[in-house]
């Protein structure tokens, strides 16, 4: 890719992904560009670290607008003034409708606490410890309109020990996450990891099964 990778990050809540990726095109491991970071949520710290990192920052809150309908179609219309080559959402706790996802097909990317597909939607880590499993993970996928279905792009997991609490699962998930964005983004913007228009993903030098397994 001759441009870097122009990104828009939408968050929600603490932006700790948000920082990972910022941190990793500080320091010269990403070559991408955050074109703005979208928030729906006014208090969000995600927003601090962006502007301390001068990022363009945008919130639609979501109770100014009557229905899902109203505030993705004002989203739509804001991200495609930016056109981005990718929508990262990172902790972004809205569900994007058909019509949204449409618009940005196979461009969507998002990060979901679980080995996908196995415990889709809230909660992941309770799930998990309330079934007795012994194996947990972070997904990285593509958002189709069904919610955490798309393809999946990059998984890690990990071990879930006897004892293990929630904040325990939701700690080491995180470790996981912040260097998997990173790695995805740059394998996509390296040209390694493709995604072609009818949503086909193509590793292209990265010697590995589908979906990735990450080995951090
Ligand atoms: C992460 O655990 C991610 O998997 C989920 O939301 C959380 C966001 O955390 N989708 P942060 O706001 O990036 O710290």
Redesign the pocket.
């Known amino acids: 890719m001759s441009e870097s990778l122009a990104l828009a990050v939408l ?1 929600s ?6 920082q990972a990726i910022i941190d990793a095109i500080e320091n010269g491991r990403l070559d991408a560009k955050i074109k703005t970071v979208v928030c729906n949520n006014p208090q969000a710290h ?1 927003l601090q670290r962006a502007a301390k990192h001068g990022l363009p920052t945008r919130v639609f809150d979501h109770r100014d607008y009557p229905d899902r309908e109203h505030y993705d179609a004002t989203l739509q219309q804001y991200l495609q003034s930016l056109a981005p080559d990718y929508i990262v959402l ?2 972004y706790m809205r569900i994007l409708s058909p019509a949204f996802i449409n618009a940005f097909e196979h461009r969507v990317l998002n ?3 679980s080995l996908l597909p196995a415990y889709k939607g809230l909660d992941t880590h309770q799930r998990a410890l309330a079934n007795g499993e012994t194996r947990h993970g ?1 997904s990285i996928h593509l958002v189709t309109a069904e919610l955490d279905d798309g393809p999946v792009l990059l998984q890690a997991n990990f071990p879930i020990a006897a004892g293990d609490s929630v904040e325990d699962l939701q700690a080491r ?2 470790r996981l ?1 912040h260097q998997m964005y990173p790695q995805l983004l740059g394998w996509i913007s390296e040209g390694k990891l493709n995604i072609d228009v009818n949503g086909r993903i193509l590793y292209e030098q990265i010697p590995l099964e589908q979906p990735l397994h990450f080995n951090p």
């Open positions: 968050i809540g603490s932006g700790s992904n948000l995600g990172a902790g990060i979901h606490p972070v998930g995180h996450e």
